[in-house]
């Protein structure tokens, strides 16, 4: 079977901020050079009318690349708007005749299935049904797709990707520990929860501790919010960092949080992993296939904010389980770099291309 050499991607534009925006371009530079990938926007950041003119201009680039029958057909999709408007590309690929890959993300698509018009729901169902293949972060989601009618050997199982650092430093012990979270800063990512945690920290672990938290969205109430705690001496609230600094941050930190409300299998996690940063987080979405409770990291329940301040004090005060836990972390992540998640995507594109979209894809 041939390597497909024509394949037509279509997603956030890649300079978006968000993790689905994070797997297109390590996916797109990693793969080989025997296989031409074209990439079309279908969402750029802005208001409601560049949005509306960018998905209007994602139809029209579909149109005129559908002529040139490529081989395969990715399309990234998530929840709400992002969904309604894949299904409508996926339908016009398919209505050609090509291979079709729909890629879910996001961790609010069950919420979003569940409250669907019917019509909607048939639609995207009929959609997810033809398509060739659709490719899920975890085995809960393959779960969910399957019990909504989505063909079982149509559906693969791929976690996202991770760049590994080449080393990962020696963190000191006895001094100031840090962490660090990357992401929306929005109430279902669960940064507002964390402010209320650290509140709560005794006087002993406060005096150690610093977070560095980085994103965009609710930048501004969220600084509210720590100033009206009082905890402003220990929390800097930044905008969204560039590649470089966040590898900066994450070298010079000592542990990671994340305690969200929704997750599909975030990117943030699985970098914060790379660099041998033990996790705080929530099992929920495919994260607890990868952080196991008291062995890579801790797992909290998502909204408890005394379970949370009692992680963060855990991590700080048993320094021999969090370098322990951190390099648990780090060999948990490395089968997912990026060079093997290309071999599997472009397997996954192989057995699509040229009228094989039946024959099942082995994990």
């Known amino acids: 079977m041939r390597e497909p050499s024509n394949v037509l991607m279509l997603g956030p534009g890649l300079n978006v901020r968000g993790g689905v925006s994070g797997v297109e371009r ?107 293949r659709l490719v899920v972060l975890g085995e809960g989601w393959k779960t969910f797709f399957e019990s909504i009618g989505v063909p079982k050997h149509r559906i693969v199982v791929l976690p996202n990707p991770v760049v590994l650092p080449e080393s990962v430093p020696e963190r000191s012990l006895g001094g100031k520990v840090r962490f660090v979270y990357f992401g929306m800063i929005t109430r279902r990512k669960g940064v507002f929860d964390l402010m209320d945690a650290i509140a709560k920290l005794s006087p002993e672990c406060r005096a150690r501790v610093e977070f560095v938290l980085a994103g965009n969205g609710e930048v501004p109430q969220l600084r509210a919010v720590a100033a009206n705690l009082g905890i402003q001496d220990v929390v800097e609230i930044r905008e969204w960092v560039d590649p470089a600094e966040r590898d900066r941050l994450l070298a010079g930190a000592h542990g990671f949080v994340l305690p969200s409300h929704t997750e599909g299998l975030p990117m943030s996690l699985l970098e914060a992993m790379a660099w041998g940063l033990p996790p705080i987080c929530t099992p929920v979405g495919s994260i607890p296939e990868y952080v196991v409770n008291n062995a890579n990291g801790l797992l909290i329940p998502p909204g408890d904010i005394a379970q949370l301040t009692a992680a963060i004090e855990r991590l700080v005060s048993q320094e021999t389980d969090r370098v322990q836990m951190g390099r648990l972390a780090r060999a948990t992540v490395e089968p997912l770099c990026v060079k093997q998640y290309s071999d599997r995507m472009c397997a996954v594109y192989r057995s699509v291309a040229n009228g094989h979209g039946r024959r099942a894809v082995a994990r």
């Open 26 to 132: 390590l996916l797109l530079n990693a793969l080989p050079e025997e296989v031409h990938a074209t990439h079309i926007a279908t969402m750029v950041e802005g208001g409601k009318w560049t949005k509306a003119v960018t998905f209007a201009q994602s139809v029209a680039k579909l149109t005129i690349e559908l002529r040139q029958h490529p081989d395969v057909v990715h399309i990234h999709f998530a929840s709400g708007a992002s969904n309604f408007r894949k299904i409508i590309l996926a339908r016009m690929a398919l209505a050609r005749g090509v291979s079709v890959i729909m890629h879910a993300h996001g961790g609010n698509y069950q919420k979003h299935w569940a409250s669907m018009p019917p019509a909607a729901r048939s639609i995207t169902l009929n959609t997810l049904q033809r398509v060739q």
